[in-house]
């Protein structure tokens, strides 16, 4: 569930960023309290506090006073200008590593990223963004 | 005031053994904080002279702003369960208890109640005759029961199947939520207890060797593992923790963060690097450099 690679406050703040990506939480919608963050995944409040506040930080998350936290109006947009930063890095540049070590030659891994593209295109040709 | 405890250059010889050597360390009120180190390093030794169970040879403890020996009022505030805490012979868990409910002004009976059904502890069998895991369960009722100010746990878990343990952590983090108190606990289940820790302190032969947010000790230390000789050059002039070595390989555990220069550098190399567990860390900063008498070699033939 986590690792340890990073605090665990980030971690537990990417895995509410991908559930509201993959409309667990919908823009609008109440998220877990810190409490019931602490509670649920059994780490220490003042982590689970941590990781809300990361994203009251970056607009994803906003405090209504005396009620809770929920997903701010376009959370969405700024998640996605936000990943696109480390989508090299994260990977593109990993991808690059694991086929040198298999001998996967500069073709091959072209013509597999343009395969696995159109398949996923033809699965979700709707929310793919329009190219212009 | 912010601190619980607060020590200064607190010492504790037993004969030649320092067992403690010159502690300063403040453990913020309200926190859950981690006592980690090797068996021995001097966490119980700690726990005990801040208890006032025990009398520092030199240096200063200050619990809740006053020093406990002389204040049968913080004493109050206070509650110690000890790894091997013992019972009157006569003991059966009702006297336990009721020994509690007169000791911690705080007590909760409800609590209390609901962790002896939780943890099927024994009412009959007087407490001397308890195994090892329901030894444990009853100084964990009595532990969070108590809702001391200042608790102290010293190896809670020891003998605890892994459902009690975790029943432990969930009424831990419940009831501190509820009732926000100063909570201090040893553990050598690091990798299970780690996320339920804010503060660690981590202490070896007596003194404090790191003192921080579990979060920033998440980049305290890194590990390199490959040819000995490349990982030995990449080493050079950092602080190495602990090594591994077997053969031509070596695996070593790095102070420090690594930048992305490091990283660069080691991604053109065969060095594989990785982040290390706060387990890893412990076990780092208690490594003693032993050269073997048996080499692979020979072990093999």
Redesign the interface.
Known sequence: M????????VQLAERLVDDILRGRYEEGAQVPST?EL??F???????AG?GLGLLVEQGILEKRRGIGMFVTAGAKGRIAAARSGGFVSDFVEPLV?EARSIGLDRESVIRLVDEALSRSTSLTSDQQPTRD | MNYAIETTDLTRVHGSTRALDGVSVNIHKN??TGLLGRNGAGKTTFMSLVTAQDRPTSGRVRVLGEAPFEHAGVLDQLCFIRDNQRYPDDYSLKHALRAARIFYPNWSQELADELVEMFRIPKKTIVKKYSRGQTSALGIVLGLASRAPVTFFDEPYLGLDATAR?YF??VL??D??AHPRTIVLSTHLIDEMD????RVIIIDRGRIVQDAD??EL??AAFQVSGPAGAVDAFAGGRRVLSSHRVGGLATLVIEGALTQVDRDAL?ATDIEY?????QELVAAYGFDEVESPVKFEEARS
């Open positions: 986590f690792d340890d690679s990073r605090p665990i406050f409490n602490a509670a995944l059994r780490i220490n409040p003042a982590t941590k590593r | 926190t859950i975790h952590y969930d983090l419940r501190y939520q996320r339920l820790l804010e579990v979060d998440r980049g991604t990785g982040p290390v567990s706060l």
